[in-house]
């Protein structure tokens, strides 16, 4: 499925070199599950990669340079976002939290961590019209900004939800800058 939707989104050369956002998807091999997609992703901030969730259809969004992953069936969507700018310190992002959810309440902090970054996790919990949502941000530093993964859904979140959120942050990692004699071949 995965296939399907990046093959209509980068249709007649959208994955130009001199776009600078770019998401390409590969196969890789991981010993306990065996062959899963890989998106390879290039930023502003550099090379990444991620597993995408099982099953959850994913979008691409260069405006804002960012994957966003939707599961319909839990309601939730799962972001992850590539910036050049500073990670908003936890201040800030309570500040901003409460602005956009002005009746949200903290309910956990912690230290979040990809393949090979650790930044901090807040998940926030509100009512959203005749709902409780919850809202987890993790800020992982990159060299040339920061990486936000954000997944929200109803707050009732079974665990599929928190398997996906984990699964997507234990597969992101920096990819080793490519050497001009290796991009073009040589």
């Excluded at 994955?15 to 390879?40: D, K, M």
């Excluded at 969004?61 to 969507?77: C, G, P, T, Y």
């Excluded at 993964?149 to 928190?162: C, E, M, R, S």
Aim: glycine fraction near 4%; aromatic fraction near 8%; avoid cysteine.
């Amino acid at each position: 499925m995965i296939q399907l939707l990046l093959a209509a989104i980068f249709v007649s050369g959208a994955l130009s070199l001199e776009a600078s956002f770019q998401v390409v998807q590969q196969t890789e091999e991981i010993p306990e599950r065996g062959t899963v997609q890989q998106l390879v992703i290039h930023s502003a901030i550099g090379e990444f990669a991620l597993n995408p969730p099982p099953t959850w259809m994913v979008s691409v969004r260069k405006e804002d340079e960012s994957l966003r992953f939707s599961l319909e069936q839990e309601n939730a969507i799962l972001s992850v976002s590539f910036s050049t700018n500073r990670a908003p310190t936890v201040q800030q992002l309570k500040t901003t939290a409460g602005e956009t959810w002005p009746d949200s309440r903290i309910v956990e902090r912690a230290s979040s961590f990809s393949r090979d970054a650790r930044g901090e996790m807040l998940e926030f919990i509100y009512p959203l019209g005749a709902r409780n949502y919850r809202t987890r941000i993790a800020l992982l530093p990159a060299a040339g900004g920061h990486i936000r993964v954000q997944l929200t859904a109803a707050d009732n979140w079974p665990h599929k939800l928190q398997n996906s959120w984990t699964f997507v942050l234990n597969s992101l990692h920096a990819l080793p800058p490519v050497s001009p004699k290796r991009a073009a071949g040589q």
